[in-house]
DNA sequence: CCGGATCCTCATGGATACTG
DNA sequence: CAGTATCCATGAGGATCCGG
């Protein structure tokens, strides 16, 4: 751990490459990224964040809250009223996760154009 | 193209959304990462990347190839020899990629132990 | 309103065998 | 060496119904 390999970001071995598999199963499934990004900076409410999410089902919203709760991405409480209300909002981890989402759709968006005509020619044999 | 929303990231609205599920689900399947992080900055052969990217099969190491070549990320050169030879590389948008990829890796350093933690307190309820 | 429990489908990807 | 072809297990995720 101590390595140090002189400075900053180095290479790609092994340990890292876990580290950014873990990464990828965390926003890599069909919802995670969705719904934090509905939750930027703001605090939601379950079905808010249902309609918001649409076509997102009950289930799999509460299976991904419950998965970035679970990694301290996202913070549940819950207001015992009549009708019941459950709020949910970043943490301070979650932001920060946020933040490099934001930096992959920055990649995405300068690179959407050249990778759809790449795809074209590529099809087109 | 020359939209330049007044400046910066803006927000995440539909488009954005999609743009970012676009750039997951090239990189959030399961070799394409490690693929990527092998070519880094050097050409390699198809039975090298193979033996470095263990346990892949070879099935898949062709498919993930043949989906980043696809999308402009690496290219494939053919040296007709024998025995046959083909020289896998990053194209400049390749290595643009791999530098998204990278500051994934380093939240995903700055973050692994916070997350193992929430994970286990969550885990003990 | 906020979910949990079930069932079912379909795509991802592993194993294996074969080819130029 | 550099792949392709085939078959098959697994699990993510959609649809639906139920409960507090």
Chains 1, 2 share one sequence.
Not at 47 to 53: C, I, K, V
Not at 59 to 81: I, K, N, P
Not at 87 to 93: G, K, N, V, W
Request: net charge neutral; charged share 30%.
């Amino acid at each position: 751990m101590s390595q140090a390999t002189s400075e900053a970001i180095e290479l790609c071995e092994e340990d890292r490459l876990s580290l950014i598999r873990d990464v990828l199963e965390r926003i890599g499934d069909k919802w995670s990224v969705v719904v934090i990004c509905q939750l930027d900076d703001t605090t939601r409410r379950f079905n808010e964040l249902s309609r918001m999410s649409k076509p997102i089902t009950k289930r799999m919203l509460s299976a991904t809250l419950q998965g970035l709760e679970r990694d301290g991405l996202v913070t549940r409480t819950v207001h015992d009223a009549k009708p019941p209300r459950v709020d949910y909002a970043l943490t301070p981890r979650g932001m920060s996760l946020l933040s490099v989402v934001r930096a992959l759709a920055g990649w995405a968006e300068n690179n959407a154009a050249g990778i759809v005509e790449s795809r074209a020619a590529y099809d087109a044999r």
